[in-house]
């Protein structure tokens, strides 16, 4: 029996820690007067310059794999959907169906990687959604089902971020600082799209003047989203999409765990049961053999 490797569970625990302390940055910018779509193409363009200031020769070889485009694409969508998403929908019902991302990635595994859809594989991804569920459910928003454009944008944020985790995985022979670039400019340039298109339809405030006290902020998080990145990279090319897609739902407990600690929600009963299923699901049902790429 091959186990599943730590290292890449290890980095995309990385990534989804960072991510799911995210909403504090966001939050902190809106406060200052910086929208969620600005502050993501401000983010995404400074981790952008310095990939490529350290990985120069990261350009060359995104020239040689033309699909890379795809993932930058897919990066850019999920980015976009799911900040625009949270800023103009409930963010409960929002969180909920873009971690339906499991169910898309299992089936893109299948289409593209050509993945067996194994019935430890659908335990495993029911484990880690019945996780989801508890810890997001409340009586108030009924059937978690979309019912406005902000449900059916994070549904679709889910779905992108499915394609560009399997894309990742089908690039795993592409240097990890070729798909980071492609990733965070594909983020930053689509995000910046979508600002100037809302923003010109008066949705959303043009950004003003960036205030001193932002760039700190800005800055911490453009290294800390470029490490996220790295470490995607890294796990998501080393394991099976279906575990990559449960591993990730780490991020709503992270989020959950940390909003307590902040004063901004309360931690519940059910937080602590869901978390434990969420976390616990790629151990419990284990593949006989979980092959890793060459």
């Known amino acids: 029996m091959q186990h599943i490797p730590p290292r890449a569970v290890g980095a995309l625990l990385v990534n989804t820690t960072i991510w799911g302390l995210s909403w504090i940055a966001f939050k902190s910018l809106q406060q200052q007067g910086i929208h969620p779509l600005w502050a993501t193409a401000i983010i995404f363009s400074c981790c952008t310059l310095w990939m490529l200031l350290l990985k120069r020769k990261s350009l060359r070889e995104i020239g040689n794999h033309p699909e890379l485009i795809y993932v930058a694409v897919a990066s850019g969508l999920t980015n ?16 909920l169906l873009f ?34 569920v508890i810890v997001l459910y409340q ?21 992108f971020f499915a394609v560009n985790n399997i894309m990742l995985r089908r690039l795993h ?12 400019s594909g983020g930053a340039l689509l995000s910046t799209i979508l600002g100037v298109a809302l923003a010109a339809s008066g ?5 003003g003047a960036i205030g001193t006290p932002s760039v700190p902020t800005l800055a911490l998080w453009s290294v800390l989203f470029m490490v996220s990145n790295l470490c995607l990279q890294y796990g998501v090319a080393r394991l099976p999409a279906n575990i990559t897609a449960v591993v990730m739902l780490v991020e709503i407990i992270i989020a959950a765990v940390s909003a307590w600690l902040f004063g901004a929600a309360e931690l519940r009963a059910q937080d602590l ?14 593949d006989r053999r979980v092959a890793a790429p060459a």
């Open 80 to 95: 976009t959907a799911f900040n625009g998403a949270v800023a103009f929908g409930d963010v409960v019902r929002v969180v």
């Open 99 to 132: 971690y339906l991302m499991p169910i898309w990635a299992v089936i893109l595994a299948r289409l593209v990687l050509h993945e067996p859809i194994t019935q430890r594989a659908l335990l495993r991804i029911a484990l880690g959604l019945c996780g989801a």
């Open 139 to 159: 009586p108030a928003i009924g059937v978690p089902l979309p019912h406005d454009m902000a449900d059916w944008v994070a549904l679709a944020g889910g779905f």
């Open 173 to 184: 022979g592409v240097a990890d600082g070729a798909r980071a670039v492609a990733m965070l």
């Open 203 to 207: 949705a959303i405030a043009w950004p």
């Open 273 to 286: 049961i869901g978390g434990a299923l969420i976390i616990a699901a790629p151990w419990l049902v284990r």
